[in-house]
């Protein structure tokens, strides 16, 4: 079992989000994010999903995307190199002005914006990987007391090719 | 010039060939239907329950060949046909399904009769869209004929607003639809075919597994000639029956859960197991670490998901059955097979498909009168033990057909479905083979084969139970009987073991039930009635028959595998 990604071209239509997430929920397989929005085309969307799972439902899943009348494409970027990030908001609530300082740091360290900031509390606007996010939120917990976190789930892109640079 | 969308619904249909449809009116509806009243082209069918229509039209449309249409209102005239379409989707039957839908504004108000159908059938239906502006309109009709028909066939779904209906918009149907994320697989890759021919060249105890695919495809002659030529076994699923002549000697017979014992020896025996057209179903397998176990694996599939879902393949091929065949044709030569064929002749003679004789009229008696009277018959089935005896007893071949709900089980599907394929094949005789529990799920539909003037002959083999679940109580719950005898009343002792002297009447008389339709309606309670019965059924051009059989209640469905047991494990006594 092990995370996987999957870019899935889309017809822009009503119902085929609920179509995608519904085959994922009918079928019992093990979906970890999904965000979706238009591409390029208008008349295209492109999703970025995660899944966990082993390599013979894995396959199973691609099959089964490639089957839905509504899906253009599905392209495996589990073992392709990709640029994927998330953005994710965190608010550290209830703090002193040490803990200030702490949380500054913290955002130096990790290459975070502060976007917003109030007497006694702190906006991080992240864009980082899905991982480092994991882990800016197990440190923040470590630490605070009282932390608000809303994340957007990854998007990825293949990179651009070395030859083609 | 501009139409109105009912005048390009109707239009649609003609263009696409449609002679019938199974329509059911309801509010959302109405223009619809008012549109083809006043055309005669397309002759609309008028069952009693939505179900009752949609499994017509899956009977049709399996008998003909062509596309089954459904017309039916919003609300509950969609649900009713969900059961239908969840059918038609696993045993890949072709139908385009019209559900009215309440005008546009309306929708996502609860309005009356409003669901969200396509959302509520996205799972069991192949394509499913509410059409949102009446310029689609032609266009997704076409798309839905496309779909429907092609690839691994199925059902779409098309959800139509009442005021779509009515809006005026483009005249043009078009004459082809391109579909950016649909290409069903229309050729054969024959390096990976090569491969799959040249490890069955090398096997020595080779088998052909057919599914139904073979049938869809149309591929039985096909698979004839190449097993006949390289000398290969045949073993089928429920759906394959008939893939290849039942009575020819390369067949073994059924494999699965309630298979020939021979059939599922040889799929645990052999070496290359060749299968084509089936996704490897449980009820085909049983426990999965021992199916096959010596065997290496080809699997040709039109669908790439089923393919090394259920079992691991050594060789996949994604291929239509036919195309396939075809090629594969091109290379066949003969295997030297004879002591592999007399292996498993010897495991047919140890271990026959048999009943006992000695207790009353037996489905195997009654089956067999059958296979002698009916030249050219389409025989349709319901689901439970009837439906696994007819799967084992029935002879098909290329005069006979067999239609059968294999991957939904759905109880009720006999009745119905036979008398659409009668629609569809007015000059053949259609037979319906089912119980006493399936029939009475649709037995509404009567009136429906009396008015369509469809006279079918329906095998009524009636022993009080729901029989295949009895017989999974009376082998693995200790006899207890529970909800599972239809003559059960509240004066019933709580513990009965099976039927006595003073169990209650059956209820309802079928044979007055058939006449009060205007049927015929003949009880057989003895085997030498069977045949006179059968003869006299034949004789009834006018209106369907019920032949009610009174079989020995306590009858079980043998051999058997309990479920996720492995295929060799066969209870046979």
């Known amino acids: 079992m092990k995370n996987r990604w999957i870019a899935l071209y889309v017809e822009n239509q009503v119902g085929v989000l609920a179509k995608v ?39 199973q899943i691609k099959k089964q995307l490639n089957r839905m009348v509504e899906v253009i ?17 965190a608010k550290v609530l209830h703090i002193s002005a040490a803990e200030k300082q702490e949380v500054y740091q913290i955002a130096q360290v990790f290459h975070v914006e502060v976007a917003d900031i109030g007497n006694d509390s702190v906006l991080l606007e992240c864009k980082l990987t899905e991982r480092r996010n994991n882990e800016l939120i197990t440190l923040l917990k470590s630490k605070f007391r009282t932390i608000e ?17 | 010039m501009d139409i109105t969308g009912r005048k390009l619904f109707v239009k649609a249909l003609q263009e696409e060939g449609v002679d019938t449809i199974f329509g059911y009116p309801g509010g959302t509806v109405t223009d619809l239907f008012d549109e083809l009243y006043k055309q005669d082209c397309i002759e609309v069918v008028l069952p009693r329950h939505e179900q009752g229509l949609i499994h017509e039209a899956e009977g049709y449309a399996k008998s003909t060949g062509k596309v089954g ?51 509520m059938t996205r799972s069991i239906t192949k394509y499913g869209v509410t059409v949102r502006r009446r310029e689609d309109l032609g266009r997704i009709i076409k798309m839905a004929f496309h779909i429907a028909a092609t690839g691994k066939p199925g059902p779409v779904l098309i959800d139509i607003p009442k005021d779509i209906q009515t809006a005026t918009g483009p005249a043009e149907y078009p004459s082809n639809v391109q579909i950016r994320g649909y290409k069903p697989n229309e050729s054969v890759h024959v390096g990976q075919l090569k491969k799959a021919y040249k490890l069955l060249r090398s096997a020595k ?25 390289m000398q290969i076994p045949v073993v089928t ?26 059939a599922n020896i040889a799929v645990s025996k052999c070496d290359v197991l060749f299968s084509i057209g089936t996704r490897f179903n449980d009820r085909i397998t049983g426990d ?15 669908d790439t998901a089923s393919i090394s879902r259920n079992v691991a393949v050594d060789v996949p091929v994604v291929s239509d059955a036919r195309l396939a065949l075809e090629k594969l044709l091109e290379w066949a030569e003969t295997l030297d097979t004879e002591k592999w064929q007399e292996q498993i002749a010897e495991w047919n003679k140890t271990n026959p498909l048999e009943m006992r004789r000695d207790h009353g009229m037996t489905p195997q008696m009654i089956l067999e009168h059958i296979n002698k009277t009916f030249a050219d018959a389409i025989y349709v089935t319901d689901v439970g033990q009837h439906q696994m005896w007819a799967t084992q007893y029935l002879e098909l071949d290329a005069w006979h057909q067999m239609i059968t709900s294999g991957g939904l089980g759905t109880m009720g599907f006999g009745l119905p479905a036979a ?139 043998l051999p058997m595998v309990k479920g996720g047991n492995p295929m060799s494990e066969m209870i046979l006594k």
Not at chain 2, 94 to 115: M, R, Y
Not at chain 2, 288 to 299: G, R, T, W
Request: net charge negative.
């Open chain 2, 69 to 119: 249409v459904c017309l039916v209102t919003s609300g509950p005239g969609a649900t009713n046909i969900m059961t239908g379409l969840a059918d038609a989707h696993y045993d890949s039957i072709p139908l385009v399904c019209f559900t009215g839908q309440v005008p546009l504004s309306l929708i996502g108000n609860d309005a009356f009769q409003e669901v969200d159908i396509v959302g």
């Open chain 1, 73 to 89: 494409k599905v392209i495996d970027l589990t073992s392709v190199p990709i640029h994927m990030k998330e953005i994710l908001f």
């Open chain 2, 419 to 557: 008398i659409g394929a009668k629609i569809g094949n007015p000059d053949r005789e259609v037979v319906c083979i089912t119980g006493d529990g399936g029939l009475q799920m649709n037995i509404q539909e009567m009136a429906t084969a009396v008015v369509q003037g469809a006279p079918v002959i329906i095998c009524l083999f009636n022993n009080y139970y729901l029989g295949m679940v009895r017989q999974m109580q009376q082998l693995f719950y200790g006899k207890r009987y529970a909800a599972t005898c239809l003559r059960r009343r509240k004066t019933c002792p709580a513990n009965c073991k099976g039927p006595n002297e003073a169990c209650p009447p059956y209820t309802p008389d079928f044979i007055a039930l058939a006449e009060s339709y205007g049927a015929h309606g003949i009880r057989v309670e003895r085997e030498e009635d069977i045949q006179a019965a059968l003869d006299q059924a034949r004789t009834y051009k006018d209106a369907p028959t019920i032949i009610e059989f009174m079989i020995a209640t306590e009858e079980i469905v």
């Open chain 1, 21 to 59: 997430s519904g085959l994922f929920s009918g079928k019992s397989y093990n979906l970890q994010s999904l965000t979706v929005g238009t591409t390029e085309d208008e008349t295209v969307s492109r999703m970025t999903i995660c899944v966990t799972s082993d390599d013979v439902t894995f396959e």
């Open chain 2, 237 to 262: 699923t429920i759906m394959g029956k008939g893939a290849i002549p039942t009575t020819h000697p390369l067949y073994v017979g059924n494999s699965g859960m309630h298979g020939k014992y021979a």
């Open chain 2, 205 to 229: 105890k080779p088998l052909i597994l057919a599914g139904g695919g073979i049938n869809i495809s149309k591929a039985n002659d096909q698979l004839l000639q190449f097993a006949e030529k």
């Open chain 2, 288 to 302: 999965l670490n021992e199916f096959a176990p010596k065997a290496k694996i080809v699997h040709i599939d039109v």
């Open chain 1, 149 to 165: 976190v809303v994340r957007g789930g990854a998007v990825a892109i293949e990179s651009i090719s070395t030859s083609c640079r």
